[in-house]
T-cell receptor, first 116, second 114 residues
C-alpha cells in the first residue's frame, strides 16, 4: 500500500532564511504522481506542484524549488528567502496510476512558521 | 468565483443527530472526492464519484456515512447518528477525468459533535 512520510512535524525559520521540507514515499506502482499542497490558516488546501514518476527533472518556480529523487523515494520542497506569508502547513501527497480513483494519499504535514 | 464550494462551513451538532454537507465542484469536473481531516493529520480519502457513479469507498466510510452525486453535479455527504469521533474537517475536491491528476479542494466543512 502507498504511504507518505513527512518526518518534520514543525519547522520555524526567520524571514529570508531558506527552508527545505522533506517527503519520503512508498509505492509498488511504477507510475505515480507526487504533489505538494499548502494549507494556510484559513484551511483551504492549495495545489502547488505535481511531478510524474517518469520525470525526475527538478524544477524552480520563483522562490519555490523541488527535488525529486526516485532512488531515495524522496520529493523535497525548498522555499528560498522565506516570507511570513509562507507560514502554513505543507502536505506532500501521492497518487498511483493503477488506482482507478486516483485518490491522494497525504503525509501528516509539516507546520512551517516564518518569524519576522 | 469558479472554485470548489462547500456548505456549511461550520456545523455544530449533538451526538446522535444527522448532518448533511454539500459540495459544488468546479464546473465540468467529472471526478469528485470526499476526504476527512482530523487535527494534526493529513486528509484521508473517503469516497470518489465519476459523474453520478460512486466508484470507490474507503474502509473509513462506515455504514453511518452515505454520499450522493445526483446528475453528476453537486454532491452531498450525510452522517447519521453522529458520534464525537466524527468531529473533523470534511473536504471536497474535484478534477477533470482527463488531465493531470491534481485535485482542487474546497474550503471544507468543520464538524463538531458535542
Amino acid at each position: 500500500a502507498q504511504k507518505v512520510t513527512q518526518a518534520q512535524t514543525e519547522i520555524s525559520v526567520v524571514e529570508k532564511e531558506d527552508v527545505t521540507l522533506d517527503c519520503v514515499y512508498e509505492t509498488r506502482d511504477t507510475t505515480y504522481y507526487l504533489f505538494w499542497y499548502k494549507q494556510p490558516p484559513s484551511g483551504e488546501l492549495v495545489f502547488l506542484i505535481r511531478r510524474n514518476s517518469f520525470d525526475e527533472q527538478n524544477e524552480i518556480s520563483g522562490r519555490y524549488s523541488w527535488n525529486f529523487q526516485k532512488s531515495t523515494s524522496s520529493f523535497n520542497f525548498t522555499i528560498t528567502a522565506s516570507q511570513v506569508v509562507d507560514s502554513a502547513v505543507y502536505f506532500c501527497a501521492l497518487s498511483e496510476a493503477l488506482s482507478s480513483a486516483r485518490q491522494l494519499t497525504f503525509g501528516s504535514g509539516t507546520q512551517l512558521t516564518v518569524l519576522p | 468565483d469558479t472554485g470548489v464550494s462547500q456548505n456549511p462551513r461550520h456545523k455544530i451538532t449533538k451526538r446522535g443527530q444527522n448532518v448533511t454537507f454539500r459540495c459544488d465542484p468546479i464546473s465540468e469536473h467529472n471526478r469528485l472526492y470526499w476526504y476527512r481531516q482530523t487535527l494534526g493529520q493529513g486528509p484521508e480519502f473517503l469516497t470518489y464519484f465519476q459523474n453520478e457513479a460512486q466508484l470507490e469507498k474507503s474502509r473509513l466510510l462506515s455504514d453511518r456515512f452515505s454520499a450522493e452525486r445526483p446528475k453528476g453535479s453537486f454532491s452531498t455527504l450525510e452522517i447519521q447518528r453522529t458520534e464525537q469521533g466524527d468531529s473533523a474537517m470534511y473536504l471536497c475536491a474535484s478534477t477533470p477525468v482527463s488531465g493531470t491528476y491534481e485535485q482542487y479542494f474546497g474550503p471544507g466543512t468543520r464538524l463538531t459533535v458535542t
